[in-house]
C-alpha cells in the first residue's frame, strides 16, 4: 500500500525521482527480509572477486541490481574489509586479501593439506612443470594448492591459482575422483552438471564417459587428453587418508608435444606422488 501511494505520488515527476522511490522500496524489501541483502551482497563479493578489477556499471549488469543498490553494498563490504576501490580508477573495485585470508584459514587447520604441500613441491622440482592439488566440491574440483617448479625458465608454468574451480568431467583431478563412485552416483553428478564440449575432445556422451571411467579404475590414474584446452595433458591422480577415504587429488599439466615422447615418466611420477601423500597421513593398502 505505501508503495502504490509512493509511485502514484510521482506519477507526473521526473524519473530520477522514481528512481527515489524505487531505491526506498527495494530498502522496505531488505529491512523485511535481511536474509535477501546478505545473499545480494555475498553475490557481489563473488562478482568482484571472479574478475578482480571491475566497474560498478558492470556488477550492476551482472549482479540485476540497480547501480544504487550495489553502491550501497559495496560500501558494507569496503567498510568491512573484504572490496577495495582501486587507486587512481574511479569507480573500479577490486577484492582484498581478507578474503583469500578467510579461506586460508581453513585450510590451515588440515594437516593433509599442508603434508600434501611438500610433496607437490617435490614433485613439481623433480618433473618441472606446475603441479596442483584439489579438492572435490559437489559437481566441481576447486583448486586449493599450486606450485610451481623453482626454475621457471625450463619447465612448464601453468596459468591457474588458488580457489579457481573447474568441471569434473573434463579434468584429469575430477575424473579420477568420480571413479571411486559407483556408476550410479557418477550418472547423478553428470546429470547435475552443465556438460558441453569445451574442446573437440571433451566426453559428452555419458556412456563413452563411464567407458573412460572402466580404464582409469584399471590402470589407477586419469588422462585429461586435451578434453579441457586443447595442446595440454593433464595426468591425475587421488590420495586417501588414514581412513581409507579420498582426500583429494593432484595433477600436472604438460603441453601435449613433450607429454606423448615421455608419458610414462609423468604418469609414474605423479602417482608416486599421490602415493606418498597417502603413506603419509597414514593410509594403509589393503
Known amino acids: 500500500m505505501l508503495y502504490s501511494l509512493l509511485i502514484q505520488g510521482v506519477k507526473r515527476k521526473n524519473s530520477s525521482e522514481i528512481k527515489t522511490v524505487i531505491t526506498i522500496r527495494e530498502r522496505f524489501e531488505e529491512m523485511k527480509d535481511p536474509v535477501q541483502s546478505v545473499v545480494r551482497g555475498l553475490n557481489i563479493l563473488e562478482i568482484v572477486a571472479e574478475h578482480n578489477e571491475i566497474s560498478l556499471k558492470e556488477i550492476s549488469t551482472l549482479s540485476g541490481l540497480n547501480k544504487t543498490t550495489v553502491h550501497r553494498l559495496l560500501s558494507t563490504l569496503i567498510v568491512t574489509g573484504y572490496i577495495e576501490q582501486v587507486a587512481n580508477k574511479n569507480g573500479i573495485y577490486r577484492p582484498t586479501y581478507k578474503l583469500f585470508s578467510l579461506g586460508n584459514k581453513k585450510i590451515e587447520h588440515v594437516d593433509s593439506y599442508k603434508i600434501a604441500h611438500r610433496f607437490i613441491s617435490e614433485l613439481s622440482n623433480t618433473i618441472q612443470a606446475t603441479v596442483q592439488l584439489v579438492v572435490e566440491d559437489h559437481t566441481e574440483v576447486v583448486y586449493i594448492d599450486k606450485i610451481d617448479p623453482t626454475n621457471s625458465d625450463s619447465g612448464f608454468i601453468l596459468k591457474s591459482q588458488a580457489g579457481k574451480r573447474a568441471p569434473m568431467y573434463c579434468t ?96 609414474k611420477h605423479v602417482k608416486e606422488c599421490a602415493a606418498n601423500i597417502s603413506k603419509a597421513l597414514g593410509y594403509m593398502p589393503s
Open 172 to 267: 584429469s583431478v575430477g575424473k579420477v575422483l568420480l571413479s571411486r563412485y559407483p556408476n550410479e552416483k557418477i550418472k547423478e553428478i553428470w546429470e547435475a552438471t552443465e556438460i558441453k564440449p569445451l574442446t573437440p575432445k571433451t566426453f559428452i556422451n555419458f556412456e563413452a564417459f563411464l567407458e573412460e571411467i572402466n580404464l582409469i579404475r584399471s590402470q589407477g590414474y586419469a588422462l585429461d587428453l586435451e578434453e579441457k584446452e586443447m595442446s595440454v595433458v593433464c595426468v591425475g591422480c587421488e590420495f586417501y587418508n588414514h581412513k581409507g577415504l579420498v582426500e583429494g587429488a593432484i595433477s600436472t599439466s604438460i603441453p601435449i608435444m613433450y607429454f606423448e615422447s615421455k608419458a610414462d615418466y609423468y604418469i
